[in-house]
């Protein structure tokens, strides 16, 4: 098997030295995402629904990059600042799924790159 490296305009480019996902496979990794905007630049987080928005078409322009879309999701793991925001988010998060919805982790963490609130990473199947 060999590493695919996967990279989309429609996606934030990454803001250190990682790559938007890799393949490897049949598997997709793809890196956590944040609601960085990828045709400004800037963060979309005017709310919390706007910021997991973001993050969810990000990861959706990865996804599809490699030929790919929500329904391949095995698993994900989302990152909060804080816990109370759960219900929030977890309602944006549920609305790109149909209901086979993949295995997942939530976390509290104590702050995510560009003090944003949500970050979400991803795996995905073929």
Known sequence: MTKTIIRTDQAPAPIGPYNQAVGYGDVLYISGQICIDPVTNQLSN????????????NLQA????????FSHVLKTTIFL????????????????????????????????????????SMIAGK
């Open 46 to 57: 005017t709310t919390l629904a706007a910021e997991t928005h973001q993050v969810m078409k």
């Open 62 to 69: 990865i996804l599809k990059a490699a030929g790919r879309d």
């Open 81 to 120: 600042t804080d816990m109370n925001q759960f219900a929030a988010v977890n309602e944006v998060y549920g609305s790109y799924f149909t209901g086979d919805y993949p295995a997942r982790e939530t976390v509290q963490v104590s702050a995510l790159p560009k003090f944003v609130n949500v970050e979400i």
